[in-house]
């Protein structure tokens, strides 16, 4: 199994990015996929999940109205799209399914 996560960057605050996960190994339309977060000197936090076929969400608090989660199936891939970021999300971003965690992105949100 093998999670690959992309995307990050440095963004100024209101700013947007979009991050991916492409999964290999398994059989990907058959999971649940989530994005965590983990900033320096703090826990790690689930951000989003979704379903496996794409139908059902959940997102923390903090996010909600400005992420939101996406798969594509046929491409093995998750995505992150987040808008009106602030300096609070930034933060190690990666993606994991069945105990599997990818490398994580850097997402720093800064003027």
């Known amino acids: 199994v093998q999670l690959v996560e992309s995307g990050g960057g440095l963004v100024q605050p209101g700013g947007s990015l979009r991050l991916s996960c492409t999964a290999s190994?398994?059989?990907?339309?058959?999971?649940?996929m989530r994005w965590y977060r983990q900033a320096p000197g703090k826990e790690r936090e689930l951000v989003a999940a979704?379903?496996?076929?794409?139908?059902?969400?959940h997102y923390a608090d903090s996010v909600k109205g400005r992420f939101t989660m996406s798969r594509d199936n046929a491409k093995n891939t998750v995505y992150l799209q987040m808008k009106n970021l602030k300096p609070d999300d930034t933060a190690v971003y990666s993606c994991?399914?069945?105990?599997?965690w990818g490398q994580g992105t850097q997402v720093t949100v800064s003027s």
């Open positions: 994991t399914s069945q105990g599997y």
């Open positions: 979704i379903s496996a076929v794409g139908d059902s969400f």
């Open positions: 190994g398994f059989t990907f339309s058959g999971y649940v």
